[in-house]
Nanobody, 126 residues
């Protein structure tokens, strides 16, 4: 049973920082890629950052490049998203996702991920 549990969301002022965590269990030995997605009210869920769990290559949406950093701690089976210089438009529900198949060039596309957490809410005030 694959389980992804996010934590670390909260309320922060614009310019502030948060670090999200995603604790993974159930299949971590065969995971191929993991990612962070977000969904604001009335908007589509979008890919924010992703990582190939084997090689460690990372990918980011243009809107967060230079501000967000995705990382993993294999010993703890935990994925992180460090978010700096937060903007009001970064406010959303953030989801952790994982899959055990090669996503190819679509690593930031939500339809490439079969396993999802329940989400953690990030609110950024101006």
């Amino acid at each position: 049973q694959v389980q992804l549990v996010e934590s670390g969301g909260g309320s922060v002022q614009a310019g502030g920082s948060l670090r999200l965590s995603c604790a993974a269990s159930g299949y971590t030995d065969s995971s191929y890629c993991m990612g962070w997605f977000r969904q604001a009210p009335g908007k589509e869920r979008e890919g924010v950052a992703a990582i190939y769990t084997g090689g460690g290559s990372t990918y980011y949406a243009d809107s967060v490049k230079g501000r967000f950093t995705i990382s993993q701690d294999n010993a703890k089976n935990t994925l992180y998203l460090q978010m700096n210089s937060l903007k009001p438009e970064d406010g959303a529900m953030y989801y952790c996702a994982a899959d055990d198949r090669d996503p190819g060039p679509w690593i930031l596309r939500r339809w490439k991920y079969r396993y999802w957490g329940q989400g953690t809410l990030v609110t950024v005030s101006s």
